[in-house]
């Protein structure tokens, strides 16, 4: 009797899909509630305060810049989970999914942080306070976290066999 294997799966498109998503809503998250609703600072807060109407309102236009760019991260992963729903190859898996997001956001958070807070110091966590490290260090360790738990749900979802043209269809 002839030994027929099941078919290859392949997780990484799905993965993919998350990643971008997780980091465009991750950026969303810190945009609307770091920038807009509790105002701890704007992307050139630090090198530009918004002291005067004109830094509030260049301050304002790279924050639109900001929000513009993590809508494109965000399209870019639906578009790429929509293609996915429609492989046979790819296992559709809530953890390996929520795992990429969670992965996601936490790679927005250390690349954001490590970028924008410590190498270009363009903003930080808190800007209204003379010792930034604490809330910096903070946000690094929460993207941390985020990149471990997100990695583990990946881990535990390669498990996962059904197929996403299944799953959904």
Do not use: C
Request: charged share 10%; aromatic share 10%; no cysteine.
């Amino acid at each position: 009797m002839e030994n027929v294997s099941s078919p290859a799966r392949h997780h990484a498109p799905l993965v993919a899909a998350g990643i971008l998503m997780g980091a465009g809503l991750g950026g969303f998250v810190d945009g609307i509630v770091l920038h807009q609703i509790l105002q701890w600072h704007n992307m050139l807060s630090n090198k530009l305060p918004p002291d005067t109407l004109v830094n509030a309102k260049v301050n304002m236009y790279w924050d639109g810049v900001f929000h513009a760019a993590v809508w494109v991260m965000t399209a870019l992963g639906l578009r790429l989970l929509w293609s996915v729903g429609h492989r046979r190859d790819v296992p559709w898996s809530g953890r390996t999914f929520s795992g990429s997001l969670v992965l996601g956001w936490g790679l927005f958070n250390v690349i954001e942080g490590l970028i924008d807070h410590t190498l270009l110091g363009l903003h930080h966590v808190y800007e209204y306070t003379a010792d930034h490290l604490p809330a910096d260090l903070g946000f690094l360790a929460f993207g941390l976290l985020q990149l471990l738990v997100g990695w583990l749900l990946i881990r535990r979802g390669q498990a996962d066999t059904t197929p996403a043209a299944h799953a959904v269809g």
